[in-house]
């Protein structure tokens, strides 16, 4: 199948800062990325979708201003937590497909904890 | 909004045993996409169901897309120890395409 990478696998932030996750589809175009939030043993939470070029869609109560997300290539998207807190820790998952209704590639998730 | 709920969430069978999980949806799916993450692990597909009253065999995995297109189901039959792990089902809503929105998963366990 087809990979999708995501950068970086875990990291540890300070309280404040902030921090930026890629996902990059390595051997085809995502015309759309989705994010999710996944806390333990808990299902996936659809943060937001992104199209190449167009602004996110964000999902009810996910702040479009904590978590920036920018898709400017169909081979990568970026998700920036800007100002982290530590109720912002959470496993962080893209994935990405090649048109509507196909099946999903995940990056291999970032595990995020802010300290 | 869509919603997508799996059942049960856990189930603990003794290898061997059968194990099902069965997955409903709010609102009528285009289609129905089930997945398995591994402990530690991302989602992986397994199959996409697209067809009202559908029926796909992987191996000893039966997956069943409803006739009204709002459930399905996942059975394992004989399950291993190479089973376990969390079931996902997904669907991209008919009104709602290009959000794909996951059940709340079910985690098997598999007792050698």
């Known amino acids: ?115 | 909004g869509q919603q997508v709920m799996q059942i049960p969430q856990y189930q603990h069978v003794q290898e061997g045993e059968d194990f099902t999980t069965y997955c409903n949806s709010s609102t009528t799916l285009s289609n129905i996409q089930w997945y398995k993450q591994r402990p530690g692990g991302h989602p992986v597909f397994l199959i996409q169901l697209v067809k009202s009253g559908e029926v796909k065999k992987q191996k000893r995995l039966t997956f069943q897309f409803g006739e009204a297109k709002k459930n399905s189901s996942l059975h394992i039959t004989a399950t291993q120890t190479t089973d376990v792990g969390t079931y996902f089902c997904a669907g991209f809503s008919s009104g709602n395409t290009g959000k794909l929105i996951f059940g709340q998963g079910t985690t098997l366990q598999v007792k050698p």
């Open chain 1, 1 to 115: 199948g087809a990979v999708v990478s995501q950068h970086p696998s875990w990291v540890i932030c300070k309280s404040g800062t902030s921090v930026k996750i890629e996902c990059r589809s390595l051997d085809f175009q995502a015309t759309t990325m989705f994010w999710y939030r996944q806390f333990p043993k808990q299902s996936l939470m659809l943060m937001a979708t992104s199209n190449e070029g167009s602004k996110a869609t964000y999902e009810q109560g996910v702040e479009k201003d904590k978590f920036l997300i920018n898709h400017a290539s169909l081979t990568l998207s970026t998700l920036t937590v800007t100002s982290a807190h530590p109720e912002d820790s959470s496993f962080y998952i893209c994935s990405a497909t090649q048109g509507v209704d196909t099946e999903a590639f995940f990056g291999q998730g970032t595990r995020l904890t802010v300290v």
